[in-house]
């Protein structure tokens, strides 16, 4: 029987996404024979990562910096913008590094049921950031939930006044997936097979 901070600590664990009660134990057990090496090393890694911890004012990514990396990087195509629902989803498509444009996060997606409204994600900024110009492109990015879809339709019909092609990820991604969960090579696949909505 572990000590109660012991326990504290898997409990805590176990909370993060793809750890459960016996991964998380897994986790302690492999801190606790390694907390001369990898314990400070965490410990500072999270704290360095707790302070400087900061969400873009511009797409809504999660950086140590604002702009983010991302944004700030002039090699990025301006003209393409990829609206994605989480940073998740922003990781997971940038980590397969096919899209080489700009993203925007929306924060979430509606959902009548859990009460999300269009107001309550990062949609005027979107807005605004297509109105300002220089954008040719948006890339509607959404699960392939129903909340998901819906969310793009929406998105869709705001955008439709503005000069510019919407367009959405191909729908070789499972029904019900989530972007983060999924392969480079689907990924890829979805992002060369994009096609105009509506």
Known sequence: MASQEIETL??????????????ARRAVLWLVK?????????????????????ECETCGNVDTRNPCGICADPRRDTKSLCVVEDVADL??????????????????K?????????????????????EAGGVDEVVLAMNATLEGQ??????AERLEDFPV?????????????????LDEG?????LRARRPLG
């Open 110 to 130: 509606l959902s009548a049921l859990d009460g999300v409204r269009p107001e309550d994600l990062n949609i005027a900024s979107l807005l605004a950031r297509v």
């Open 150 to 155: 819906t969310t793009a339709h929406y998105l």
């Open 34 to 54: 390694r907390r001369e090496s990898a314990l400070p090393a965490l410990l500072e890694a999270l704290a360095t990562v707790g302070e400087a911890l900061v």
């Open 91 to 108: 990781w997971a498509l940038d980590r397969a590094k096919l899209f080489t444009g700009k993203y925007h996060v929306l924060g979430g």
């Open 186 to 190: 689907t990924l890829a696949q979805a």
């Open 165 to 181: 092609r919407i367009t959405q990820l191909a729908h070789g991604l499972p029904v019900g997936g989530e972007l983060d969960y």
């Open 10 to 23: 898997a409990s805590a664990l176990a909370r993060l996404p793809g750890l459960g009660p016996r991964s």
